[in-house]
């Protein structure tokens, strides 16, 4: 049926997510979910599940409620002063000393060894 779908183990993917969505409070300031689903194009579950983590861990808490939009009042979120000050003080980290929000350093890629004429590049064997 489908193609090959790569997928990485879950704790890892949850990472990732959270980090889009604390990027997305960082750089707009407070917003309540709609908003954060609509800027990361994650679900509205994934959105949700990754703002329950960021709470846990502090480095994110409530910032009130919109009661300017239509239907019930949206609770927006916000980089904790805690963690904002914890990451000024730890070079660019967001959140506890035990972890680290920050994008790891991008090298490049290592050069690839030089193949023989006529044989198919190493993605193409099947």
Known sequence: MGGDYLAGPQGLLRSI????VLAVIDREGPLGRPEITRATGLSKTTVA?????LV?????DEA???TARRGPAATL???APAARSASASTSG???SASRSWTQPERSSPAPRPPRRAGTPPPWRTR
Do not use: H, K, W
Request: charged content about 30%; glycine content about 8%; hydrophobic content about 35%.
């Open 77 to 79: 979120y916000r980089i």
């Open 49 to 53: 599940q990754a703002l329950r983590e």
């Open 93 to 95: 980290t967001c959140g």
């Open 17 to 20: 997510n959270a980090r889009a």
């Open 56 to 60: 846990a861990r502090e480095v994110v």
């Open 64 to 66: 009130g409620t919109d």
